[in-house]
């Protein structure tokens, strides 16, 4: 495995809530609370947004949660703001020693 | 507050090699591992390695191995990445990307990104 799995697209409007997944395997998300989300606008470097599956560092919104369930961790965001318009990346260690650090495929996040 | 600040963009022939710092301010260098990650144009995220700040333990993905050397110079905080036998799929911006305290596994801050282009 070289990637975990994301959701290509997801869209909201403004005001609403949605939900982007993140699938690995028991080795990687299902096997460490090691989740992190990060959020890139175009042409700007990824920003930490959600790490240890649930927790924000400081200065990110309340309204990014995330959440983790068998091998599936999950990224919310409430109350869509236009400014959410970007793409998510998911990543987490992996017990691989090939490559320890996993990220996700990507899911480009469009606010209608 | 913390700044990674990249060197600048490079346009390198197939076959070459490059060699990008990443230099650290607002924070103590040596508490912290760094990381590099790439990502191609129109693609995801790749990680390419981590690297301790002394720069006596690293540890490469096995796909660049062999053409990928990690190494930091602690006197001026700075962390560089060098790639060799440069392919058109090296065409990538890359980062430098901090792990958080005490060996967090996750990357709380980033660099700007250095534009590598390969082409002949």
């Known amino acids: 495995q070289s990637a975990l799995t994301q959701p290509a697209s997801v869209s909201g409007s403004p005001g609403q809530s949605i939900t982007i997944s993140c699938t690995g395997t028991?080795?990687?998300?299902?096997?460490?609370?090691?989740v992190s989300w990060y959020q890139q606008h175009p042409g700007k470097a990824p920003k930490l947004m959600v790490y240890?599956?649930?927790n924000r560092p400081s200065g990110v919104s309340s309204r990014f949660s995330g959440s983790k369930s068998g091998n599936t961790a999950s990224l919310t965001i409430s109350g869509l703001q236009a400014e959410d318009e970007a793409d998510y990346y998911c990543?987490?260690?992996?017990?691989?020693?090939?490559?320890?650090?996993?990220f996700g495929t990507g899911t480009k996040v469009t606010v209608l | 507050q913390v700044q990674l600040v990249q060197s600048g963009a490079e346009v390198k022939k197939p076959g070459a090699s490059v060699k990008i710092s990443c230099k650290a301010s607002?924070?103590?260098?040596?508490?912290?591992?760094m990381h590099w990650v790439r990502q191609a144009p129109g693609q995801g995220l790749e990680w390419m390695g981590i690297?301790?700040?002394?720069?006596?333990?690293?540890w490469y993905a096995q796909k660049i191995q062999g053409r990928v050397t990690m190494m930091t110079d602690t006197s001026t905080s700075t962390v560089y990445m060098e790639l060799s036998s440069l392919r058109s799929e090296d065409t990538a911006v890359y980062y430098c990307?901090?792990?958080?305290?005490?060996?967090?596994?996750?990357?709380?801050?980033w660099g700007q990104g250095t534009l590598v282009t390969v082409s002949s």
């Open positions: 990307a901090r792990e958080g305290f005490s060996e967090a596994k996750h990357f709380d801050f």
């Open positions: 607002g924070y103590t260098f040596i508490n912290y591992y």
């Open positions: 690297i301790t700040p002394s720069g006596d333990d690293k």
């Open positions: 028991s080795t990687d998300v299902g096997g460490y609370n090691y």
């Open positions: 240890d599956v649930s």
């Open positions: 990543t987490s260690y992996s017990s691989s020693s090939t490559l320890p650090y996993f």
